[in-house]
């Protein structure tokens, strides 16, 4: 079973920059596709982004296009999603996601909170 450990949150002013990282053990996430979503206080988890398991195919979430960017080293078994220009509405705790058929495996989030 795949776990999967995000990191890189913390406190930042707006207009600031965070990368964010989702470390997988247990498995290999080379098989895996890969997303980030977020979850504002009091709102549903929404999704952010994801990768296909060779980053041939990218997409995100209009709220973040342009300013986020996802990647992934498969060597490292390792997820990114780098943050610029934050804003307060990017306040949330961010998950890490990945599945493969009918295996669906999250992280246990890290928080992200952007100060005006």
């Known amino acids: 079973q795949v776990q999967l450990v995000e990191s890189g949150g913390g406190l930042v002013q707006a207009g600031d920059s965070l990368r964010l990282s989702c470390a997988a053990s247990?498995?290999?996430?080379?098989?895996?596709?890969m997303a980030w979503f977020r979850q504002a206080p009091g709102k549903e988890r929404v999704f952010v982004a994801a990768?296909?398991?060779?980053?041939?195919?990218?997409d995100y979430a209009d709220s973040v296009k342009d300013r986020f960017t996802i990647s992934r080293d498969n060597a490292k078994n390792t997820v990114y999603l780098q943050m610029n220009s934050l804003e307060p509405e990017d306040t949330a705790v961010y998950y890490c996601?990945?599945?493969?058929?009918?295996?669906?495996?999250w992280g246990q989030g890290t928080l992200v909170t952007v100060s005006s």
């Open positions: 247990g498995g290999s996430i080379s098989n895996y596709g």
């Open positions: 996601r990945g599945w493969r058929y009918a295996m669906d495996y």
């Open positions: 990768i296909s398991r060779r980053s041939g195919y990218i």
